[in-house]
């Protein structure tokens, strides 16, 4: 008696076939970056970043603007959303977070500079204000901070950068930071210790 609901409903059949075909896309330049074809992570991002866009409006739909975003539980609803989930794998999931953790972080870049351009009252037309939402005030300038002690921490030692968006940005355990970079846990511990340390001392600096 209920039949094949997709049947009764085209749009949904489409848009669940679509969501299918995305998912094998996005497992496969995983999958070829994984084995170092680089123009596979250029294909990747933009479909992460957007992804990721759209579950963060979903998130801020009737929130309140000192919401905090939880920008772990986003990556892994948006992993959940585009990784095939019949061939799951340790180095996917890693390296996928990989992605989103860069995407992530120009996601709170921008609206952390969105929220700064409403606040100075210029450009304001031009401001997506449910995306401006999407950090609190006060997080804003921590945000922006972070991005530019990581711009100069990348100049001085571009992994210890690499580990801090993945742990900061990411939120991957160490386990998963490891495999990304293809470098030791006792590495990754080392190199989040010192990254913490300076970073903490340049942001006092800032504040």
Same mark, same amino acid.
């Given at each position: 008696?209920?039949?094949?609901?997709?049947?009764? /409903?085209? =749009? !949904? %059949?489409?848009?669940?076939?679509?969501?299918? &075909?995305? #998912?094998?896309? +996005?497992?496969?330049?995983? *999958?070829?970056?994984?084995?170092?074809?680089?123009?596979?992570?250029?294909?990747?991002?933009?479909?992460?970043?957007?992804?990721?866009?759209?579950?963060?409006?979903?998130?801020?739909?009737?929130?309140?603007?000192?919401?905090?975003?939880?920008?772990?539980?986003?990556?892994?609803?948006?992993?959940?959303?585009?990784?095939?989930?019949?061939?799951?794998?340790?180095?996917?999931?890693?390296?996928?977070?990989?992605?989103?953790?860069?995407?992530?972080?120009?996601?709170?870049? /921008?609206? =952390? !500079? %969105?929220?700064?351009?409403?606040?100075?009252? &210029?450009? #304001?037309?031009? +401001?997506?204000?449910?995306? *401006?939402?999407?950090?609190?005030?006060?997080?804003?300038?921590?945000?922006?901070?972070?991005?530019?002690?990581?711009?100069?921490?990348?100049?001085?030692?571009?992994?210890?950068?690499?580990?801090?968006?993945?742990?900061?940005?990411?939120?991957?355990?160490?386990?998963?930071?490891?495999?990304?970079?293809?470098?030791?846990?006792?590495?990754?511990?080392?190199?989040?210790?010192?990254?913490?340390?300076?970073?903490?001392?340049?942001?006092?600096?800032?504040?």
């Amino acid at each position: 008696m209920n039949g094949d609901l997709t049947s009764a /409903n085209p =749009a !949904k %059949a489409g848009r669940l076939s679509g969501e299918v &075909g995305e #998912a094998h896309q +996005v497992t496969q330049l995983l *999958a070829d970056w994984r084995q170092g074809e680089e123009a596979a992570l250029e294909k990747l991002t933009p479909l992460v970043y957007e992804e990721l866009r759209r579950l963060a409006h979903r998130y801020m739909a009737g929130q309140q603007p000192d919401h905090t975003l939880q920008t772990t539980a986003l990556v892994n609803e948006a992993y959940l959303r585009l990784v095939d989930q019949t061939k799951p794998s340790f180095a996917n999931r890693s390296h996928f977070f990989a992605v989103a953790a860069t995407a992530m972080r120009q996601i709170l870049v /921008n609206h =952390a !500079k %969105a929220q700064q351009r409403l606040k100075r009252g &210029g450009g #304001a037309s031009k +401001v997506d204000l449910d995306t *401006a939402a999407l950090i609190s005030p006060e997080q804003t300038k921590t945000v922006l901070d972070v991005d530019e002690a990581l711009e100069r921490l990348a100049e001085l030692d571009s992994r210890k950068a690499q580990v801090v968006e993945l742990k900061y940005f990411g939120g991957l355990n160490q386990d998963e930071i490891a495999e990304v970079l293809k470098i030791s846990i006792v590495t990754v511990r080392r190199d989040w210790l010192f990254a913490r340390a300076w970073l903490y001392t340049e942001l006092q600096n800032v504040a």
